[in-house]
């Protein structure tokens, strides 16, 4: 490889990366409002069925605080993956260099056979 990365550095990187896509990711649980359940499953099939003044009522109009929620999720999802990314191929890897083989199987949580 004609280049060389400082691998626990790299490995922190990830590590505060998986850490701000769940903060991300908690985000709408504290910026939207609090739920009140309405009758809004029944208002939406009397409008489909019949063409009443209830289908131009307030429960129908304006756009939901939730239509950024979905993004956000999808975003903090895809921060936490980059995250892991580093972790997986360079931090198990610099484990095995940097310790003995017992205290690697420790670490990773594999089994040795003493021979």
């Known amino acids: 490889m004609w280049f060389r990365i400082h691998r626990p550095r790299a ?3 990830g590590l505060l990366t998986i850490c701000l896509g769940c903060v991300t990711f908690s985000l709408p649980q504290f910026t939207t ?3 009140r359940p309405t009758d ?3 208002v939406d099939s009397l409008c489909s069925a ?3 003044s209830v289908c131009d009522s307030d ?3 304006g756009s939901s605080s939730l239509s950024l929620s979905l993004p956000i999720f999808i975003i903090s999802r895809v921060l936490v993956g980059m995250g892991t990314a580093p972790i997986i191929s360079i931090g198990v ?3 095995d260099d940097s310790s003995t083989k017992e205290k ?3 670490y990773a949580g594999k089994t040795v056979i003493r021979e």
């Open 11 to 13: 490995t922190s990187v």
């Open 33 to 35: 409002p609090v739920y």
């Open 40 to 42: 809004r499953l029944r």
């Open 50 to 52: 019949n063409k009443t």
């Open 59 to 61: 429960l129908h109009s």
């Open 93 to 95: 890897t610099y484990i």
């Open 104 to 106: 690697f199987a420790t």
